[in-house]
């Protein structure tokens, strides 16, 4: 079973608006990543936050980690139609190595 | 060139036939990954492996077997194909530094199965 599940699935906005996707998993975690696919190509590394840590940004991105309610949101700021991809949450548990479940998606769609 | 690298890209053949993805690296990195993508699910893992004599069944490992020939090798066999094994297919790495890696992945492998 998968242990992330994003919401929303699929996100329209306009162009300079701003895109919040949200993760929400099972079980413990050592990390949370986010990543990005562009349209049938292979998943590209954006940020990564540790449980121990609250908030992370990096560029226009903004990443925020709740272990108590075992969530996390990932913020693009000022979108641009380059944005257009879809977003994967991944966790990474403890003993568990390198290895990482994936969420879902969400679908994001900037127009111009 | 790319870091991580898959063959082939695009794949299509018959039901009970094997097929063998393969995939390489120049990353130097340990660990890899073999995941399918189908739309709506995401990624699920198929197997890993940590080292060259480390092999790992992951979520959905059934009708599948891996080979690690090498460090910088990791190929994914399919020995009977059916169709509902039509899918994405990636193969990623990561390093093996501490507790806390992201993994980076090869362009994928799209395979149908008629």
């Known amino acids: 079973s998968q242990q992330g599940e994003e919401d929303p699935q699929a996100l329209s906005i306009q162009e300079g608006e701003n895109a919040t996707m949200n993760c929400s998993y099972k079980t413990s975690i050592n990390n949370l990543q986010w990543y990005r696919q562009n349209s049938g190509r292979g998943l590209v590394h954006l940020i990564l936050i540790r449980s121990n840590e609250r908030e992370k940004h990096s560029g226009r991105l903004r990443v925020t980690l709740d272990t108590s309610k075992k969530s996390s949101s990932l913020l693009i700021t000022a979108s641009r139609a380059a944005d257009t991809a879809s977003y994967f949450c991944?966790?990474?548990?403890?003993?568990?190595?390198?290895?990482?479940?994936f969420g879902q998606g969400t679908e994001l769609s900037v127009k111009p | 060139d790319a870091d991580v690298t898959q063959t082939p890209r695009n794949r299509i053949t018959k039901t009970g036939k094997r097929i063998m993805l393969e995939c390489s690296q120049t990353k130097g990195h340990d660990r890899m990954y073999w995941y399918r993508q189908d739309p709506g699910l995401g990624l699920r893992l198929i197997y890993y492996?940590?080292?060259?004599?480390?092999?790992n069944k992951g979520e959905i490992s059934d009708g599948y077997s891996v080979s690690r020939q090498a460090q910088a090798k990791f190929s994914l066999s399919l020995e009977s194909a059916i169709p509902n094994q039509t899918a994405l297919y990636f193969c990623?790495?990561?390093?093996?530094?501490?507790?806390?890696?992201?993994?980076?992945f090869g362009p994928g492998t799209r395979l149908t199965v008629l």
């Open positions: 991944a966790t990474g548990q403890y003993n568990q190595g390198g290895k990482l479940i």
């Open positions: 990623a790495t990561s390093g093996d530094s501490g507790l806390y890696n992201e993994q980076f």
């Open positions: 492996s940590f080292d060259v004599k480390d092999i």
